[in-house]
């Protein structure tokens, strides 16, 4: 539910995840301001905004009135100026340290007391950000968003050393207020959690191609059939628990030592990025996607989210 003492959102960068993370914050009734750099972009945001949205009311759970709602929370701006009071700044801009950094100096420059400058950054590190950061260097913290961040409802944060207190406990009763699940990490890892468990999974999938015991669309198959359901529902530890700790001791030991534990990407993938198999955008990767129904694919990714959308939209 909307918080009422946060008036201003502002999000620096009018990309996929800045205009998907403006989706989730109108829809919860929050006055939110995108930066664009030109107008081009924020045309182009603009545009992406409405679609997003347009495949929510396809599903039936937003309606036209509501749409309209939220688009009213909605503001551009390419002044930082406009954006001084904002209490929450999150910060979606290209993934490089010195482009961050840039953008930090303006939120200095302009914005009078936020409460946190959140980076939504994929993989860099909460310690090297704030190194572009001066009198609100105690208020910057990460949130990892899954794309897109409206829909797959995960995020997990990661403070920096120079976070104060209460920094991150304000930013998780945002995003906890966005129906958002948050995970506060401990301390920063390469990988944050879900991208570690993902690869480490990814890394034995293609060792089981590689190794000829089963193709990728096996491999698929008996992933998507056997275990990964379960996930939604209950947790890894929870399974662990309930088949057996004895089990699973016993398995680990005859098993790990037959995983792979490669320390770089694995030889196919390594093979597919040297010819520019890239997958979907080249056409080509593990599989063929020249003849695929791209808009079912797309249908597919979307489909397990769709359970968790229960949002207290504004009417009005
Ligand atoms: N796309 C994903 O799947 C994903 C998932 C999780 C996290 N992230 C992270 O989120 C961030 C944004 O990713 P994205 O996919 O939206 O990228 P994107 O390339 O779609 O968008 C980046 C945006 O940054 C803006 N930008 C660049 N320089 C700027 C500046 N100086 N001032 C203001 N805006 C500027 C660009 O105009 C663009 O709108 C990155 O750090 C990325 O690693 C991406």
Redesign the pocket.
Known sequence: MKLEHIHNIAI?????????MAVLFTGHGYRTTL???NDE?QVK?EQQYETFFKALMDQGLVTEAQYEACRGCLHYTQDYSTIADADYVF??????IP??H??YA?IEKYITDPKAII??????SADDLVEGLDKFADRMIVA??????HLVPYFEVVKSVKTKDGVTEGAVELLESADRAVVVLKKNAPGFIANRLQHALFREAINIVERGIADPRDVDKAAMYSFMPRYTKIGIFEHIDNSGVDLNYDIENYLFKDLSDAKEAMPSIREHYEKKEFGVKSGKGYYDWSKVDMADFAKRISEPYWSFFNWEMPEK
């Open positions: 620096i960068g009018t990309g996929m995840i800045g205009t998907s930066f664009a750099v972009l945001s910060e979606c801009a290209f993934e490089n482009v961050k840039g953008i303006e980076s939504t950054t994929s993989a860099l990892h968003p899954f794309f897109p961040p």
